[in-house]
């Protein structure tokens, strides 16, 4: 079964395909048992159901039934009750030959004309609330039904079924001949009708749509197509759009939230990343001080455990303490550097082992003065 109601140019477009009633016969043999029964609760059968007020219908026991209409109060012919109010008859709500709480007189018409399915006008009888039957238009040239169609024999016949037998309507796509009435036989080539009958302005053609007899197209670029979109966009369109496409816009208002906040966090961990890093740089230089401190207050500690040599002047080391002279450097030795404090005449000298910051086995050879 198609999805879409069929345009109504095609023959039996109101019965059903053989495929269609087959489909609907397998599901009714299936579930006709259950679907048209009473409820069933635990292999019990309940009772048929009890009228119901409010629902639209004259259940039994109700006088009328307006719906939310009368449970509302505002059917002034009908109650919530569903009972018919003082002096009432009938409402108009449950009967369309009803007018002002009684049965409308006779020639009031009950149902409009309709030139789409080529009907006329239905009239009360003055002696029943129903509305009658409508009866079929005459079958004239001049009353146009769907798409440019006539009425005949209470049916609308296509443009194309007056012109061609059996013919469905169909787009032209021969150039100029866009937008003129061209019809499709059974197994045929679709071909004009008129060369100087066009299709109304807005009809669908080859590429676009008509306008004046021409064909005009709509491939226009995607800044064009995004500027045009703006320029008619409202606030109930907007929410219609975003209706019809509910999950392009759950993926839309996602990326807002989630671009900006992925960007902002990635921000802060490179910050976070630059302060641990300078951190860990000050931790280990502040480290290294901290075990030169260390080494200097155990020495100076335990003095008498140390051998006191009397040696000649030493160069200290670059950036020690005052008290604190450490041996120099391959660097030092070579380029014979001067020293920047010349150590007192008497110091002692050890060897000190300890585990640096990561955890490796190093050990120093420090000289200190003896106070």
């Given amino acids: 079964m198609f999805m879409f109601a069929t345009s109504g140019f095609e023959e039996n477009n109101d019965d059903f395909s053989p495929c269609s009633k087959r489909y609907v016969t397998e599901v009714l043999l299936a579930n006709a048992g259950s679907c048209f029964k009473e409820n069933e609760q635990e292999g019990i059968w309940l009772e048929p159901k009890v009228p119901m007020c409010g629902n639209g219908v004259i259940d039994k026991g109700e006088m009328c039934d307006s719906g939310g209409f009368g449970i509302s109060g505002m059917d002034p012919c009908c109650d919530s009750q569903c009972r018919l109010q003082e002096n009432a008859t009938c409402s108009p709500v449950n009967s369309e030959c009803c007018k002002n709480c009684t049965m409308a007189p006779r020639g009031m018409v009950c149902r409009g004309a309709s030139k789409e399915q080529c009907l006329q006008s239905a009239i009360c009888s003055g002696f029943s609330f129903d509305c009658p039957a409508s009866t079929p238009m005459p079958d004239t040239p001049e009353v146009k039904c769907i798409d440019e169609g006539v009425c005949k024999g209470g049916r609308c016949q296509s443009y194309c079924q007056r012109h061609l037998a059996d013919s469905v309507p169909c787009i032209c796509t021969t150039p100029g001949e866009e937008c003129l009435r061209c019809c499709q036989e059974q197994d045929q080539v679709c071909q004009k009708i008129n060369a100087s009958h066009f299709l109304t302005d807005g009809r669908p053609c080859s590429y676009g749509y008509c306008k004046a007899g021409v064909c005009i197209g ?23 759009f975003m209706k019809s496409n509910i999950v392009g816009t759950i993926i839309v208002f996602s990326l807002v939230i989630w671009v900006p906040a992925s960007w902002t966090v990635s921000c802060l961990d490179k910050k976070r990343g630059k302060l641990n890093r300078k951190y860990q740089d000050q931790w280990v230089s502040s480290e290294t001080l901290l075990n030169r401190s ?78």
């Fill in 218 to 240: 709509v491939r226009a670029n995607m800044v064009q197509r995004l500027f045009a979109f703006i320029e008619k966009l409202t606030p109930n369109t907007l929410v219609a």
């Fill in 294 to 371: 260390f080494q200097s207050s155990v020495f100076a500690n335990s003095v008498d455990n140390y051998k006191v040599k009397d040696t000649g002047p030493w160069p200290t080391y670059h950036g020690a303490s005052s008290n604190v002279y450490l041996p120099p450097s391959p660097d030092e030795k070579k380029n014979k550097l001067p020293p920047l404090i010349m150590p007192p005449e008497k110091y002692f000298e050890t060897t000190f082992k300890f585990n640096d910051h990561s955890g490796c086995p190093n050990e120093s050879v420090v000289w200190e003065t003896v106070m």
